[in-house]
């Protein structure tokens, strides 16, 4: 009777997934979803898995109109295509055409990319994928000050590690001479002056909406003060637009748009000195590089004023230009800014601190890169700031390593438990409920085990519990050890069932993440480690494997040889 069940639930699912899949149904979909159905009627996957693998061999070989004959006749409910949790895609582009897309990633090179620019990233490369058209990588590194060589290696492994390539890769500041060159343009319109006013005196004049006395440099005064910042060793001059010093919008009041900046360059050492600022730079870059679409975050959203009209004055090309929110994470420093100073100060201990949210720290504590393009997609474009929490980028990564991860017993702070008349048993446990291609271990049991301490403290003297996977037993005594005795084999519904390990078990601590932020303040427990016992098959594992600890949370695996070492993902 019961297995009657299962078969016609597994057929009509069987049929339902095949004819969605061109007549060919696949195991793993139609097994989570029978037991889904059928769990609550006390099914177990033991029973349902064989049947189901059977129905499927049968349904496969019927032809698809008979298929959608038979469950029009069963279910006709389920021939409509289930609506997608949520659809993922990413909106239609404004003017855009296939194939003429190009759009840019400019990160800096300063510091290690983070989930912040990973959602840049993902968002130009999938754009640039979707439309075939053209994705550039380009380093914003017309900052000696903050560019350093490392990270222009360091952010391409990042993005590799994200699975995002490239089309063509360049360097801004190997544009400079042309960057000179519209500097002069705009010097010869009279559409830019030298300044020579203190920083003080700048910005109190564009507080004020008051103009300085440099703005009445004519342009062969700015042409030769240009020359002079360029060729001698005059400190403090810029070069300004002549925007608009009263305009409502402060990010036109006569912005900056070279510089002097007297350090060495990483790529060109001492070879330059005068430096765009971002406003100029990113508008000519754009437009020369031929990008069509550029994506940038919102809180520029001012200065594109002054993009466009840097455009204007020097005829180039406009780019149509979109803005989308700053990605922030609850707890978390999503800003290579506020990143480096807990790097410098010792309240991380690298780029890769597992509290962090750089890719190398989301990789070491095993998020994957398919998860965070998962998460990026949902979160889409909007241009709505907002501060999402982490566990958005959890059940992204959770649905990826659930069905894929094995599953070991951690006993954190454990306590030992002695059984009484216990059965030696050898038990071989599957490392997953679902899927069986993970395999199993095989446990020897006495009467010695361990188990966690905080799952004890709910418990008193006369309650039954079950080991998981083994027997239940009955507490006696609780003292230093807990002591118990067996009690049975049959599964008592509603009783707590908990973890242990044997007394071959192997010492462990797992490194856990918590917010670095609290208020706005540096939290100092932000790293909890835990100390338990793990089961003895652990040892088999590698480095960078990903496991579920059941109750506790998955884990990557960071070192096995001698202490053994693992990283808190989530629960
Ligand atoms: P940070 O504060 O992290 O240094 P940044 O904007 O100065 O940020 P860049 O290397 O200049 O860092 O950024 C490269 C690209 O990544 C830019 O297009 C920028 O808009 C984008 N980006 C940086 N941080 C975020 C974020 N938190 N959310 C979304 N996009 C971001
Ligand atoms: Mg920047």
Redesign the pocket.
Known sequence: MSTDKIQKTARIYALQNAIWFKGKANSKAVVGKVIAALQKEGFSPKEIIPIVNSVIVKVNKIPLNKQIAELEKLAPELLKKEKKERDFTLPKLLNAEKGKVVTR????PNGYL?I??A??AIVDHEYARIYDGKFILRF?DTNPENAQIEFYEAQKEDLRWLKIEWDEEFNTSDHLEEHYRLAEQLIKQDDAYICVCSTEEIKHGRFHGKECNCCGNTCGDSMDLWKDMLNSSVEGSILRLRGDITCDNTAMRDPTLFRIIDKPHPLHGDKYRVWPTYDFAGAVEDSISGVTHP???KEYELRDECYFKLLDLLKLRKPHLIEFA???IEGMP????KIKPLIENGSVSGYDDIRLPTLRGLKKRGILPEAIKQFVLEQGISKVESSVTFSLVAAANRKIIDPIAKRYFFVKDPVKLIVENAPEKIKEINFHPINKTLGSRTVKTGKTFFVQNSDMKELKVGDIFRLKGLYNVKIKEKNKDVLTEYADENLIPGSAKIQWTTDKFVEMSVFIPHFIYIDEKYNADSLERADGFAEEAVLKLKTDEIVQFERFGFVRIENIDDKITGFFAHK
Do not use: I, Q
């Open positions: 990633f400019p990160p800096e983070h912040g620019h959602k840049a914003d994506f940038r975050t700053r990605l922030s999503v800003s290579k800014r």
